[in-house]
Antibody, heavy 118, light 107 residues
Framework: QVQLKESGPGLVAPSQSLSITCTVS????????VSWIRQPPGKGLEWLGV???????YYNSALKSRLSISKDNSKSQVFLKMNSLQTDDTAMYYC????????????WGQGTTLTVSS | DIQMTQSPASLSVSVGETVTITCRAS??????LAWYQQKQGKSPQLLVY???NLADGVPSRFSGSGSGTQYSLKINSLQSEDFGSYYC?????????FGGGTKLEIK
């Protein structure tokens, strides 16, 4: 069955960088897009960016200068990198699979919590 | 960017009641709308896609409707497992954006 699982550092100091990994199973990264979405504590959802099966990426323009999404198809892993972290980047970070040919998210990971604090 | 305005922000209801949540887009999104349910401490789950289509395994008491800029999610005969938060999301061009959410609470 389809599964996604995020893993990250948990705590990062302000101005530092973040790297989160999404490990997937049950589908091929060459066939489906995977997006990153975050949710600050007690708040709503914000789409960050997507990497498509062919490797092309799109980012939320509000964060584009700080984001990078890549993947390793052979390892079934997608990577989110964000630099210049601030306290308002504290959030739950989710990876989510796209339905083929559509831009909604049919499967989500459990999320990984990131706290930006000194 | 397309803005998604969701209402109400919160709703206190009893088991067995019927509720409707609405989502308004700042421009025509041509039914490119999804609804998600999120229970406390869990990740969102897809309920409805393309405005009216139920995702696999979603009970028939859920239904989606709408077109253009106005969309709704209706839940008939609320069950205890339906309490939580609901979000709409448009997928008519990037950036894909979500509504602010509706929190359904038990009365």
């Amino acid at each position: 069955q389809v599964q996604l699982k995020e893993s990250g550092p948990g705590l990062v100091a302000p101005s530092q960088s973040l790297s989160i990994t999404c490990t997937v199973s049950g589908f091929s990264l060459t066939d489906y897009g995977v997006s990153w979405i975050r949710q600050p504590p007690g708040k709503g959802l914000e789409w960050l960016g997507v990497i498509w099966g062919g490797g092309s990426t799109y980012y939320n323009s509000a964060l584009k200068s700080r984001l990078s999404i890549s993947k390793d198809n052979s390892k079934s892993q997608v990577f989110l990198k964000m630099n210049s972290l601030q306290t308002d980047d504290t959030a739950m970070y989710y990876c989510a699979k796209h339905e083929r040919g559509y831009d909604y998210f049919d499967y989500w990971g459990q999320g990984t919590t990131l706290t930006v604090s000194s | 960017d397309i803005q998604m305005t969701q209402s109400p922000a919160s709703l206190s209801v009893s088991v067995g009641e019927t509720v409707t949540i609405t989502c308004r887009a700042s421009e025509n999104i041509y039914s490119n709308l999804a609804w998600y349910q999120q229970k406390q401490g869990k990740s969102p789950q897809l309920l409805v896609y393309a405005a009216t289509n139920l995702a696999d395994g979603v009970p028939s008491r859920f239904s989606g409707s709408g077109s253009g800029t106005q969309y709704s999610l209706k839940i008939n005969s609320l069950q205890s497992e339906d309490f939580g938060s609901y979000y709409c999301q448009h997928f008519w061009g990037t950036p894909w954006t979500f509504g602010g959410g509706t929190k359904l609470e038990i009365k």
